[in-house]
């Protein structure tokens, strides 16, 4: 039975047995070690990370005593869920991320990671707190690759200016054309820093089911 360790790009946590390529955490412990279930709460701390699923040589014990391992099918799926990279496994990666956030908001040094989550913190839609309902957009106006959408209960991702059905297990062509209004999943943070040009890593694409 796989662990509800899955992140939807929602925030939401799913027990499927599809792989990810990155893993990630909330900032400590959400489950049970016992049990091995959530606890109910949806994060220990505002720093919701995106790392890769290996480092150096080290080991871990999935869901053992320490912080909750969170699996992403992919980093643009991370970043609407409100993950940003980490500053230790991806430190080339989270500093690009954090001089894109510099740019695009016309600040004099590149925010530490701290600013960075508390600003992010606000617009995850994946904790009890977070602000509802997501805002509504028009899905035919200028957004940047790595847009990330929802319309009823699909996901759908902007790649070379085509939407795509997101699921676990890869992309494939949207069935049905979007409705003048959807929901933003990503947040507007993160928005601003795709378009100012930081490239987030995709999953596998397929033609059809």
Not at 37 to 50: E, F, M, Q
Not at 119 to 137: A, D, E, F, T
Not at 184 to 194: D, E, F, G, H, Y
Request: charge should be positive; glycine fraction near 8%.
């Amino acid at each position: 039975m796989p662990l509800q360790n899955r992140v939807a790009p929602n925030g939401e946590l799913c027990a499927v047995p599809a792989r990810g390529m990155f893993m990630g955490n909330r900032g400590g412990r959400i489950h049970d070690p016992e049990t091995q279930k959530l606890t109910g709460r949806t994060h220990a701390s505002r720093r919701w990370i995106c790392c890769t699923t290996t480092y150096k040589d080290w080991h871990r014990d999935v869901w053992g005593k320490s912080y909750t391992e969170l699996f992403f099918f992919d980093e643009v799926t991370a970043l609407a869920a409100g993950h940003r990279p980490c500053f230790l496994c991806r430190r080339d990666d989270a500093r690009r991320f954090a001089e894109h956030w510099k740019t695009c908001e016309g600040l004099e040094r590149a925010p530490s990671s701290d600013e960075m989550d508390l600003v992010l913190h606000g617009q995850r839609c994946g904790h009890k707190s977070s602000p509802c309902p997501l805002p509504l957009i028009d899905p035919r106006d200028d957004w940047p690759e790595g847009t990330l959408v929802q319309d009823g209960e699909r996901f759908i991702a902007l790649k070379d200016q085509r939407w795509w059905s997101w699921s676990f297990d890869g992309y494939t062509p949207a069935a049905t054309a979007l409705p003048e209004r959807v929901s933003l999943v990503t947040p507007v943070q993160i928005i601003a820093i795709l378009r100012d040009g930081y490239r987030p890593r995709w999953g596998p694409f397929h033609s059809s089911r």
